[in-house]
């Protein structure tokens, strides 16, 4: 499931590039912007808006495909690499003393007892050569735990809102989209996905007329688009063709673009 401190985080990212590419800072005019870099509604960008940056609206979550597009239009490929870039740095350690007060004799800061040159540079010595020992056995466990994700990558997939993505079968039963990891299927892979319509969109062949899209009508009553037949990747009910009725009740007659509308 995505977290809700990493989607308030790229909501306020997206509005922010909004502002510095729209002359207008409203939440219309930047809702615009970001629609039409993207396969969302305005309403929608805006209802976000609302909840993150207004924080108004708050019973209105936004879905995971809305947040996918928001890491696409940031320069993302996906939430998945947004959170994998931005997960928190450990804190670094302290730099070592850069030189000895005294290079003939110094006292120990614990006992204050003399020490000898000798004695200090063998203690640095043992702290330094432990530090490298830790550091080596880190590397090492880093270079194995790679060595089986690479091993593993190829063989399941996981749908992530618009389109299936490798992942290792070993990450368990459901991926970080909240959606079952299943066997790799390059078919299903290469041709599955969700698109964003509109009237000028090809749904049907020009050669006999079979149609290109598939659609599965939604809770909320909205109808999604798919480019191959199959089950919804999500909750497995089987897609249908799409007809000329569902394009002529469902699809807008103008384009989904700013300057296809007129705000008074």
Known sequence: MMEEFYVKKITEEVFKKAKDKSASHKKYALAKEVEAATGLSYRTIERTYDRYIRRKDEDYNPSSNTIEEFCV???????????????????????LPSSLKD???????????????GQKIWRYAAIFGTFTLTLLLVLYLIIQNKTSEVADSENCMTWTGRFYKKTPCSKGSYSTYGNTIEPYDEKRFENFKRVEVDITTPFFSEQNQKPLLWYYKNEQGEIEYYTAPGLHPVNGKTLKAVTEYIVEKYVPIHQNKPSSFVRE
């Open 103 to 117: 290079q003939n004799e110094t006292q120990d800061s614990s006992t204050g007892a003399a020490t000898k040159p």
């Open 73 to 95: 239009y940031l320069g993302y490929q996906d939430y998945a690499e947004y959170v994998e870039k931005h997960k928190a740095k450990e804190p670094d350690n302290g730099p």
